[in-house]
């Protein structure tokens, strides 16, 4: 690793010009502290992620166990928190990820070995939350992220939440994932297959993995807690976001791609048959659907190293 290094640093040194002034200039202890700072933005990058120089990832599906990831992800804060060495200037937002998941570890791996390495790069102060669903019951995606956001923001002063989908893995190094003025999605384009032939999602999407102020989730009343299974709750979420006068921002669709890894459908995440049902009633339920009517119960908070484990009882089907 130091050699990887070393050569990283070589490297930058002859592509930056005048940095031998620098040193001439700077005397020898200001040089070292140069020195230190660039080893510590070179630092996050993982030699099996390599970054090329417009930004682009290359998505590594190698499956590595949790013991693995934790020798090779090193310089974790309790519970998968991270933030910049001597560098408060870059870490003026600070951002809760909550990852929804139920019987998908081997999909959770390949996710954190790309998200923290990349989530370093862009210099955030960050910690990682992945919240399951306790029992055998319909999937209750809504009440998990609701739940995971009162826990995080009675923990930390978080500045906003990236609600991320366990499966989704993003593949440019300027697809931010700070802070936005406005809810934000941060996909354009999905690679579904490895093929490089990319989908874009409908206007009004709001699912997948999307970036919004502690503020505004409050504001919206969260995510709708009514559905159980798959289907429009994303779009129940995206009504309520602009029922409430806020925009659903989009970047670029040339930074704004990910890889989806390939998966089964959940057989207790079922087409939700009542979804068209309560797609039409959602502006009745913003201000009583949400995080005022959240009613679950944390089993299990735990620390594993690369992130924080929420184990949730969720309330049953009533809608």
């Given amino acids: 690793m130091e050699q990887i290094r070393a050569l990283y640093l070589l490297t930058g040194f002859l592509m930056i010009w005048g940095v031998a002034i620098v040193f001439l200039l700077a005397g020898w202890q200001k040089s070292m502290r140069i020195v230190q700072h660039v080893l510590q933005l070179i630092e996050p990058l993982s030699p099996k992620q390599e970054q090329i120089s417009n930004g682009t ?5 190698e499956l590595l166990t949790h013991s693995e990831l934790l020798r090779k992800i090193t310089n974790l804060g309790p519970g998968g928190t991270w933030s910049p060495p001597n560098c408060t200037a870059h870490a003026q937002h600070r951002v809760a990820i909550v990852i929804p998941c139920r019987g ?11 998200l923290h390495p990349f989530l370093q790069r862009q210099q955030l102060d960050y910690r990682i939350y992945v919240v399951e669903q306790a029992y055998q019951g319909i999937f209750s995606k809504g009440q998990l992220l609701n739940t995971a956001f009162l826990t995080a923001v009675s923990q930390e002063d978080y500045s906003c939440v990236i609600l991320h989908d366990v499966d989704m893995i993003p593949l440019n190094d300027n697809n931010h994932y700070d802070c936005p003025e406005q809810p934000r999605r941060q996909w354009e384009r999905i690679d579904y297959k490895g093929y490089g032939k990319y989908r874009k999602p409908y206007k009004a999407h709001a699912g997948g993995v999307l970036a919004i102020s502690i503020e505004h989730f409050k504001r919206i009343n969260g995510y709708p807690n009514a559905y159980f299974g798959w289907g429009s709750e994303d779009n129940d979420f995206s009504r309520r976001i602009t029922g409430h006068g806020l925009e659903l921002t989009t970047q ?6 990910y890889r989806m890894i390939e998966h089964k459908r959940d057989a207790l995440n079922r087409i939700n048959p009542r979804r068209v049902r309560l797609l039409k009633t959602a502006k009745e339920r913003f201000e009583t659907d949400g995080l005022n009517s959240l009613h679950t119960k944390v089993l299990t908070q735990e620390d594993r190293g690369l992130y924080t484990w929420l184990l949730v009882e ?6």
């Fill in 57 to 61: 990832i290359k998505a590594d599906l």
């Fill in 104 to 114: 998908r570890e081997e999909h959770l791996r390949i996710l954190l070995q790309h």
């Fill in 252 to 257: 670029s669709p040339d930074i704004a791609k």
């Fill in 314 to 319: 969720v309330e049953k089907e009533k809608y």
